[in-house]
């Protein structure tokens, strides 16, 4: 019955620490990790019920060592199963598809090593307040604790068992710190665990072993500690869709090609010819500035979700020019970022915003992207003024025999 909730928490819980559309496997593992966070809880409470059953039926009777730490140790091996059956749960779904990356052990190692940690205080808490409403104190506590401790100090969120930041499928996650971070996690448990044994068994032998597991946490939580919070990008091999422009993205996220495609060709179309001019879209993370080749761009994808296509063209056209902060600039460069992302020009709040609105309506296609490769600089640097629209001399057929052109007011 335990394994059971705990399977159907830790796939419930997993599933929305997904990253939609992610198709890569260290996207997995920081689901399963992620579902730590009800699992845990529950293990924690589960832990402890089960202590507070034995603590009953035994009362003063004197343990040997093994008897005493044999039912944590059963506990753990039960909650250890949940949590691979969670896991098996969602690799059988991505073995359907290819993967990018590569599944981490020392990553699954530690989502374990987080779970010894909400039995072993679940197990202490039970032995040591055997009351009935002590189960759902340890699972309520552990949850609060650990949540606390996330949102806390920026030290904090590293001694939990959590992975430290959203998950970015450029930067990966770092080996080192998971390995780390399982050293701290299998210290403490087994301090505590040990701890409370060497009190039950009064055995110095088990207080020599409690004190190792001791200084095997510290170690952990010096090497976590002295680690670089974040984690540079690494390198990728994109996949790339060639038609009907080149869109690259990280090998988990290729599944989006056709989409991103779609909702920047006619952005590339509109821009051919001005500054603004691009031959190839590559993702990238944010905050982060990387050298990119002649004709390339950057987008920033997060994930896969509904409507994720527009919401990378949307951010890109935004880009391209700086906010206005409320000035009457901030109008013109409005209807330009409209007619770009092919949406009904706005009229703006002044009435010399509606009058270039309606002017720039009545342009083509050609003729407006012929006046962007005019005003280009005013547009990223947010100096259109109403003089930009209207009685302009916008070339529009540059192959006209003669050299016509016309004339739009």
Known sequence: ??????????VVAAWSVLIPGVSAWENIIVAVIGSLRLTGPVAAAFAAWVAVSRRRGTGRQSLTTWQAVRAPLAILVVVGGAFTATLLVLAVRTMLTEQAGRLLPSGLVMGVAGLALYVAIGWVTGWLLPWTITPMLAGLGCYGLFAWMAQGATWADRLI????????PFRGL?????????????????ALLLGWAAVVTRQALV????????????????????EPRTISAQRVVYSCQEWPIMVCVHPGMRTGLPELGSAFVKIASRLAGTPGEFSRLEQHPRREDI??????????????????ADEAAEEFVESLAQECDGTPAGGYRDIVVAWLRGKPLPSGPLPEHQYAAAWFSGLTDAQRRDWLRLYYSDFAGCRLQSTHFGGQVVDVDRDRPGGERDVLT
């Open 207 to 226: 207080l020599a072993a409690a004190l190792l597991a001791v200084l095997a946490a510290g170690t952990g939580v010096a090497r976590l500690l002295t």
């Open 1 to 10: 019955m335990a394994v059971a909730v705990l399977l159907v928490l830790g």
């Open 161 to 168: 068992p959590a992975t430290r930041e959203p998950y970015d």
């Open 291 to 308: 050298p990119l080749a002649p004709g390339a761009v950057p987008i920033h994808v997060d994930d896969l979700a509904a409507g994720f």
């Open 174 to 190: 770092s080996t080192a710190a998971l390995t780390d971070q399982t050293l701290w996690l299998l210290g403490i448990s087994a």
